[in-house]
């Protein structure tokens, strides 16, 4: 097939779901980013949340502390130790808190500095203050009460709560603009993921359309044409307007479609020839042999004469006489036979319904001269109405069933008719137990004067078969014979049934 | 955490120095080569109490050591003698500038009150070295604490001394820092050498007492005789004919674990600066803080290039 030179369409549909693979995996992709930012910033700013939880941890440690150590100081009774405990436990808490925002920022070294910074200012106010006034406390409670009144730790604290103050402000920012930041990209993304379904939505629909109208059209075209083509109608034709596989495939059914009408006609215009030749043939035989019959006639009359008015003069030749007649009648016999098989199958049938039992019993009635001397014996089944001409049908018994007393083997001839549907047609056969044939010879015994043994033999001009295969044939149905060399045949044939 | 900060002291002490151009060529060449050594061990913690005259003296000894290449972190503004020396005991600090007056009387306890400087700086340090630790030289000035009153006040009452405040009728409101209440240089002492009775503290914090003094709120006011505010000469000292208020000379209490880590060349700077606090340098340097509002840092600074100490 020629090579065109446009894309095929292989290439194109490759090209396009390559195209739309891409689409789709950028797409996914990009989606992909977006989320894993979004969890990113999730992560991260529950981070600073966890840093902003730490620090809040460190101050309220740092107020308990003070609180502690004030209603320590203050407090003249015994029951001053009650005040330490809270900020003895504060103490012991607050530097795992401090390891842990120290741990929270380690990422961010502007935090990591003003945690630095917190944490040498909670370091000297807990060494430089908190622990040294417990001691003075516990030693001299007056001159410590006098050491509280200067708000030293009050002074601190607040130092330390302004530093927080701007460590949780710059980790609440960067939590926002890490949010911000996020929430743009996850909003870039949807909207490029939304962009690339829609996009995807619209190629696909494109893929559709253009296969649509690339290949689905054209292979409806063609099968449409195809199925004219089934049905009959050689003419059809597909219109070629594209130069890819399917403009290949239009130009290889219309050539497909030319070479077959082209046969049909050489067909058709043989055939009317075989059927004109073959009528010519027929008629040719017809007329010969009706032609021939008055000689013979003539011929066989004046041997009669001759007989009968010189036999005294003809001394000896009254034998040769004797051989005239008699191969006139055996031609008058193979002429009327032969007569007999051109009007079979030219002759219009008269079709009615007729039984099939009324017809094998008119056969038989003709046949009884035969049957008897062959001393047969015939079983006739129950047989069925069929659609067919009395006198052609009853010949193709009378044939068979004159064929089956013929060819006898050394044992009692027994022939055996019946009939058994079959789809529309009622196949009947004809059974006998004689010499049987070659399977090979089954085709060629229903040629016109076929035989398959010598005349000395079996008698007979051999165009019985042929006259009846002619006479099936005319009715629709078809003829054949199985058979066992030595057992016996069986010859078949279909009729039509009687319309219901 | 720490090692930032100090390298960040450490750096604005080096930037400072080098300001300082040609005279403290020398200066940096040795911290240069000492600096090595030093920066093996721990830094020295130094702390102050808290008043301006304490953190100034802070800066001075600091600064100087740094010069020297010895690493100083410095903790000013810790709180007075209770609390700062609670701290040095209790390891928080290797040295601080304490006021030895105020060491006997309130950290020793010791009331014997000696009249000479020298031996109360030998009683003081005795009592020091009972608890490891030791006092490095004295200064010159001496930053004694005194009662001031307006010169109105002191006329309209005919005061002279302590003893007349017995005279004024009512309360005698005096503003003095916190502690005053509780301590024998205060209103124990008062009270005990004085028999004043109709005396009670209004507590301020240091430095304020001279406002409050000035708008009314506080008849008497507890003063240091170094404070800036007297250069000018507008209150009324009153005398102590009964040594209430002891003289206050200043010496470094250092811890000896330091003293051995940092070696002589600690006491040899220390000792140096000490030599050069007169009277009339603190009451400058005051003035200069508390009347000019400059930062102790700059001033300590200036004065210590001025005694070709950095």
Same mark, same amino acid.
């Given at each position: 097939m020629r090579r065109t030179l446009r894309t095929p369409i292989t290439t194109r549909v490759v090209l396009l779901s390559a195209t739309a693979s891409v689409l789709v995996g950028t797409v996914l992709v990009v989606l992909i980013v977006a989320v894993t930012g979004q969890r990113d910033a999730a992560r991260s700013a529950f981070r600073s949340q966890e840093a902003l939880t730490a620090g809040n941890q460190l101050e309220k440690s740092l107020i308990t502390i003070e609180n502690g150590l004030r209603g320590f100081v203050a407090?003249?009774?015994?029951?001053?130790e009650r005040f330490l405990q809270p900020a003895t436990r504060a103490l012991a808490a607050y530097p795992r808190d401090l390891r842990r925002l120290e741990g929270l920022v380690a990422d961010d070294p502007g935090q990591q500095e003003r945690v630095d910074r917190i944490a040498v200012a909670i370091d000297d106010y807990v060494r430089l203050w908190a622990r040294p006034l417990i001691e003075l406390g516990k030693t001299r409670p007056a001159a410590a009460r006098s050491v509280v009144v200067t708000n030293g730790g009050r002074e601190r604290l607040d130092e330390i709560n302004r530093q927080f103050g701007s460590l949780f402000a710059r980790e609440r920012q960067v939590i926002r603009s890490r949010e911000d930041r996020a929430e743009q990209r996850s909003a870039r993304a949807i909207a490029f993921g939304v962009g690339g379904l829609v996009l995807v939505l619209v190629l696909t629909v494109a893929v559709t359309m253009y296969l649509r109208r690339a290949v689905v059209r054209p292979v409806v075209t063609v099968a449409e044409a195809t199925g004219r083509l089934a049905s009959g109608e050689l003419s059809a034709r597909v219109p070629i307007e594209r130069h890819d596989e399917l403009g290949d495939l239009a130009r290889g059914f219309n050539a497909m479609a030319d070479s077959l009408e082209q046969n049909r006609a050489e067909l058709e215009r043989s055939n009317a020839e075989l059927l004109r030749s073959n009528a010519e043939l027929d008629q040719f035989a017809s007329v010969t042999s009706h032609d021939l019959q008055a000689p013979l006639t003539t011929i066989s009359m004046y041997a009669e004469l001759i007989e009968r008015r010189h036999a005294a003069d003809l001394n000896g030749g009254i034998a040769l006489v004797d051989g005239i007649r008699t191969a006139t009648q055996e031609a008058r016999t193979l002429i009327r036979d032969l007569l007999e098989y051109s009007r079979a199958g030219r002759r219009p049938l008269t079709l009615e319904e007729v039984p099939a039992g009324e017809l094998v019993g008119r056969a038989l009635e003709a046949l009884a001269g035969p049957v008897a001397a062959a001393q047969a014996q015939v079983t006739v089944d129950a047989l069925p109405v069929v659609t067919a001409d009395r006198a052609s049908v009853t010949r193709v018994f009378q044939n068979l069933v004159g064929n089956a007393v013929k060819f006898t083997a050394d044992r009692p001839p027994e022939v055996a008719i019946g009939a058994e549907r079959d789809g529309r047609m009622w196949r009947f056969w004809v059974r006998d137990n004689g010499i049987g044939m070659d399977p090979a010879d089954a085709e060629r015994i229903f040629v016109p004067f076929k035989r398959l043994h010598g005349e000395e033999a079996y008698p007979g001009t051999g165009i019985g078969l042929a006259i009846c295969e002619r006479i099936v044939t005319q009715h629709g149905g078809r003829i054949w014979v199985t058979s066992t060399p030595g057992a016996g045949s069986e010859f078949s044939f279909t009729l039509p049934a009687a319309e219901a | 955490m720490r090692r930032a900060l100090v390298g960040v002291l450490l750096a604005l002490a080096l930037a400072i120095g080098g300001c300082g151009g040609g005279d403290g060529g020398s200066g940096d060449a040795t911290t240069s080569s000492t600096s090595g050594d030093a920066a093996a061990g721990p830094p020295l913690r130094m702390g102050t109490k808290n008043f301006p005259e304490a953190v100034l003296l802070g800066e001075l000894y600091s600064q100087a050591l740094r010069a020297k290449g010895v690493r100083v972190v410095l903790k000013p503004n810790i709180g007075s003698s209770e609390i700062i020396h609670e701290a040095l005991t209790g390891g928080a600090l290797d040295i601080y500038p304490e006021y030895i007056g105020v060491l006997l009387s309130e950290v020793a306890n010791d009331r014997s009150r000696p009249g000479d400087p020298r031996a109360a700086y030998r009683a003081a340090k005795a009592f020091e070295e009972r608890n490891g630790f030791t006092l490095l030289g004295m200064t010159p000035f001496s930053d004694s604490n005194a009662l001031a009153v307006t010169p109105e006040f002191a006329r309209e009452h005919d005061l +002279?001394?302590?003893?007349?405040? +017995? +005279?004024?009728?009512g309360t005698v409101r005096i503003g003095a820092p916190p502690e005053f209440a509780t301590r024998f240089e205060g209103l124990v002492g008062l009270r005990q050498r004085y028999g004043l009775r109709n005396v009670h503290t209004t507590a301020l914090a240091i430095g304020r007492q001279y406002a409050a003094l000035d708008a009314g709120r506080v008849d008497a006011a507890a003063v240091f005789t170094t404070d800036g505010q007297l250069s000018r000469k507008r209150y009324v000292l009153l005398e102590d004919p009964r040594g209430v208020f002891a003289a206050q000379h200043v010496a470094p209490v250092v811890s000896r674990a330091a003293l051995r880590a940092h070696g002589p060349q600690l006491t040899q700077v220390a000792d140096a600066v000490s030599r050069r606090l007169t009277a009339p340098a603190m009451r400058r340097m005051n003035a200069a803080l508390v009347?000019?509002? +400059?930062?102790p840092r700059a001033v300590a600074d200036e004065f210590l290039r001025q005694a070709k100490l950095k």
């Open positions: 407090s003249g009774s015994r029951s001053r | +002279r001394t302590i003893a007349d405040l +017995r +005279r004024v009728p009347l000019e509002g +400059r930062e």
